[in-house]
């Protein structure tokens, strides 16, 4: 096993590049943290974050309970799904989810009963500090928990780094340093004891031997939280490293940057370092399946833009319509223009409030035009740099612009597209008004298209040789058998040789005789079978001779 | 004068030298030239291109047989890097081939199917599964959509259909003009 | 409710093109002040006749090529064009050369090319150095400064009729009005195997880089300095250029002090500040990796010392400009920053 050293830094590092932003997190931090009711009907996506989506376990008419498992995970990058409440499926089809595409997507529509009836889940453990970190990541699993920050990674594979790597240090990521997003800073200041379990838990399960809780220094209620919070636990062993706040030092990559120093290898991951990242948010809802058996069937979200009454933070149940939540946080102002999923800098912008809430939803920003204006005309690239100042990847994004301009997507990848967060510092800045963050996500859809065009054509070139190939030898065999044949013909007796036919005759009846007798060793096989299997035997051929499409 | 032309004579003999040289020892082993060109095609196996199969249009291509507009699935994309990969000038598809056309992929009508097989001989990559009167299928992921199925079928049972874009497969729009952002997917 | 959608980021920009442009114009406003006073109308004539025929020239052109002609020449950048070849031109130039210079500028530098952000030279280098490749007689036009005059002093009109009519005030010949530069001089002067301390001794080099221009050069550097706490400019093409320039001069002034001039008068003489702070840093043409441009300033530095004291001409700056604008390209390819997570090349 390869011994790494990470230390957290005395002084965390500022991160290259990067913006500094008016945070606007205090409309929505107003008032504490509180429940959103629980709307009549809820919209189950079963592909909520990155990975495979899940597959339905109920159908329509079916009865579920809250916590009960409705869609379960097939694929080691995949989370199961819960029913938010209790209630009835009244639908199982495509219905709009939160995507930039606007598309369609599976869900499950269930009506909710109003009696909010648990369902035993079975995940709370006795004692989960003296479990198998195997066990720990199992129930994980199974409540359906993802990284609640941003992509929303299955947290159970983020808790194995494998066998082959030791894990030194867990970095708990409450940097949120996007403007408007105060959820984890809600979610810190009400359920403390939550999240410091759950990284307690995660501290456990890891093996990890330092903690470090990244936050941001603009953040000194949350700060304050933790403190009392570690200290009433006792936990002094995990520290607190408030970060100097400049948008995205957030994101995971720049957060192990401005803790440690070290930067996470491209194409690879914090574990390669001996570094393990987790959002706040979802700390808790760990400590809330594996303490209280919750799996995650809610979330905090933050509701807040000059285009919507009362910013707040609520406690959403997955699934709940985005309407419905703008509705619990006092319903539209007149000044709302548009609806973000997210952040300014990184949201999805939603064509309509009809979507709903998935467990990746951190914020709902409801804009105004002055919040979000239209995007302005874009000019030619002067090349002033500005972008290149502020590129937290120290890309050179005036030359990835360019590149996918012209969609030239080999050189485009040899200025590192991929190493791009989409942060849109760039866009930002640009006095151009290029929509670059777009360039780059059309180039990257693109190259992915590419490989899978790729893909495709190598096995549809591969299994059309493998089928010439086949023609050839079924040519052949043919050839040799009517070769065979013709030889036969050859060898025959002359017509009229009375006794040779004869003898062909007698040869004849012997193969169809002894056909007819390993016909029926092969009946034997089904002999002495009992009735009930008779029974079966005889239902099934009944259906073989009936429809032929009855089986289906 | 002498000293001039001596000169000179012994420069280009040096640079003789140095460019042998170079050309032996940077010489770029490449695939042959089939391969590439088969690489480059869609491998749909359509036989749109007049030759039976993708493999004998690059073999048509690399022997100077066939021209590199003639493949409607490649596309202007397709038509682009065959030009970039031999070095001439891209011209736009040769409309006697056919035009090019949305991804689709083959359906067959299963209650409509009578198991003749003549879809399966036909079918490229063997993406149709079924047997003598056996109602077939086609396997989707498989099919490259090449329609040289639909001729056959004696009871017109397959249809092509577009395949459907999915979030998976969605891709971020080319923002419209240098002047405007383009606004994305509206939902209906 | 429906609502539009669009990638992100969503929150409004507050740069843009027309203030970019307008700030350099800020930053220019010390250094051409300090010209106007040295030199009287002559400057501000070549100003406002070079930044018309730039607006007029991009507005014919962009008319022509069909693009939008209003929000274009809104971004400044024709003006910016204009105003740089302006100041670099002899405030006695005759009209039709900022004319000739600008039109050009615009017309083959930079729309032929398909406008702002297309052009690889820098435009108003690319008319000054067609001016003065065409007409070398006119480019000598430079009155004497505030201070030094020999003759009569030219007011409005009488540089007024110089400019437009050709005709010099009665009683005074071409010679009285105008003097050589203190660069131009030196390179006469040192041509007739005069000495860098004899040479200094006369008044018309002042302190450090020439009566009146070792001023201009320090309104010049004001100016940069304020476009560079703004952000306009980033530092490393004129701290490049500046460096490079004072690290050259200075190790042949250590060599030879009688045969090369000092470090401080290069820096503080001809278009040196001007050319690091305004020209040189035009983003279009210049480098833009961030070490790429502290090369490309190194490169134009160097090159400026190079043809000042051994070209055929008294300034160097424009040829050094556009030769390191064809390098740029290159430049840029060899000084890639290291990218976030990525081993070192």
Known sequence: ?552 | MLTATLALGILSALFGLLLGYSAIRFKVEGDPIVEQIDALLPQTQCGQCGFPGCRPYAEAIAAGEADINQCPPGGDSGIQALAELLGVDPKPLNAEHGVPQEKRVAVIDEQTCIGCTLCIQACPVDAIVGAAKQMHTVVAEECTGCDLCVPPCPVDCITMVPVKQDIVTWKWPYPESDTRPIVIARQA | MDFPTQSSPYLPVANNLSRLMTQVMLGLIPGALAMFWFFGWGVLFNLTIATLSAVTAEAAMLTARRRPVKATLLDGSAVLTGLLLGLALPPLAPWWMPVLGAGFAIVFAKQLYGGLGYNPFNPAMVGFVVLIISFPLQMTLWPPPLGMHTGATLGFVDTLQMVFGGTVPAGTGLDSLTMATPLDAAKTQLGLDYTWSEILARPLFGHVGGYGWEWINLAYLLGGLWLWRKRAIHWQIPGGMLSALFVVALLFYIADSDAFGSPLLHLFSGATMLGAFFIATDPVSAATTPRGRFYYGAGIGTLMYVIRTWGGYPEGLAFAVLLMNMAAPTIDYYTQPRVFGHEEQ
């Open chain 1, 1 to 552: 096993m390869r011994r790494l050293m990470v230390s957290i830094l005395e002084q965390p590092l500022k991160i290259p590049g990067g913006l500094s932003l008016a945070s606007n997190k205090a409309q929505s931090l107003r008032e504490p943290l509180r429940q959103a009711p629980i709307p009549e009907r809820l919209i189950v996506p079963l592909s909520q974050h990155i990975g495979e989506a899940a597959e339905a376990l109920v159908g329509v008419g079916d009865k579920v309970l809250k916590g009960q498992v409705i869609a379960r995970s097939l694929n080691y990058i995949s989370a199961p799904v819960h029913a938010p409440t209790s209630g009835t499926v009244t639908d199982i089809g495509e219905y709009p989810v939160p995507h930039p595409s606007g598309l369609k997507g599976v869900c499950i529509v269930i009506h909710a009963d109003g009696h909010d009836t648990s369902a035993a889940t079975g995940l709370a453990m006795d004692n989960v500090f003296a479990a198998d970190a195997a066990d720990i990541r199992q129930r994980v699993r199974e409540a359906g928990i993802v990284g609640l920050g941003g992509a929303g990674f299955p947290t159970a594979v983020k808790l194995n780094p494998g066998p082959q790597r030791q894990v030194e240090l867990l970095v708990i990521n409450a940097a949120e340093c996007e403007p408007y997003i105060s959820c984890d800073e809600a979610l810190i200041c009400c359920c403390t004891q939550d999240v410091i379990d759950g990284v307690r838990i995660m501290q456990h399960a890891l093996g990890a031997t330092q903690v470090v809780i990244g936050i941001e220094d603009n953040m000194p209620r949350a700060i304050e939280c933790l403190r009392d919070g570690l200290a009433r636990a006792g936990s002094h062993d995990i520290r607190i490293v408030p970060v100097p706040t400049t948008y995205p030092a957030g994101g995971e990559k720049q957060l192990i940057y401005a803790l440690t120093g070290e930067e996470v290898p491209s194409q690879g991951l914090p574990a390669d370092l001996g570094i393990v990242c987790h959002n706040v948010g979802t700390a808790a809802a760990i400590a809330r399946a594996l303490l209280r058996g919750e799996p995650l069937i809610s979330r905090v979200v933050t509701v807040t833009g000059a285009g919507v009454r009362n910013p707040c933070n609520l406690e959403v149940r997955i699934g709940t319509p985005m309407a419905e939540i703008i509705e619990a946080a006092g319903g539209y102002t007149d000044q709302v223009s548009r609806l973000l999923m997210g952040g300014p800098m990184m949201g999805i912008s939603m064509p309509s409030d009809r979507v709903p809430v998935i467990k990746t939803t951190n914020c709902l920003l409801i804009a105004s035009r002055e919040e979000a204006p239209p995007p302005l005309p874009a000019s030619a690239c002067i090349r002033c740099g500005q972008c290149t100042d502020v590129c937290p990847a120290r890309l050179l994004p005036q030359q990835l612009y360019w590149h996918a301009h012209a969609r030239e997507f080999d050189k485009i990848q040899d200025y590192s597209l991929f190493d791009c967060i989409e942060c849109g510092c760039c866009a930002q800045v640009c006095p151009c008004h290029i929509p670059l963050v777009q360039y780059y996500r059309f180039a990257k859809t693109e190259i992915w298209d590419q490989e899978r065009q790729r893909q495709k054509a190598d096995l549809a070139r591969q299994r059309h040789e493998f089928r010439l190939e086949r023609l050839e030898k079924e040519k052949k065999a043919l050839e040799e058998r009517r070769a065979h044949a013709r030889k036969g013909l050859e060898k025959r007796p002359k017509a009229g040789d009375a006794d040779a036919k004869k003898a062909e005759i007698a040869a004849a009846l012997e193969r169809v005789k002894a056909k007819k007798a390993s016909q029926d060793a092969a009946a034997r096989n089904i002999d002495q079978l009992t009735p009930e299997q008779q029974a079966r035997i005889a239902e099934v051929d009944a259906r073989r001779s009936g429809d032929g499409t009855a089986g289906r």
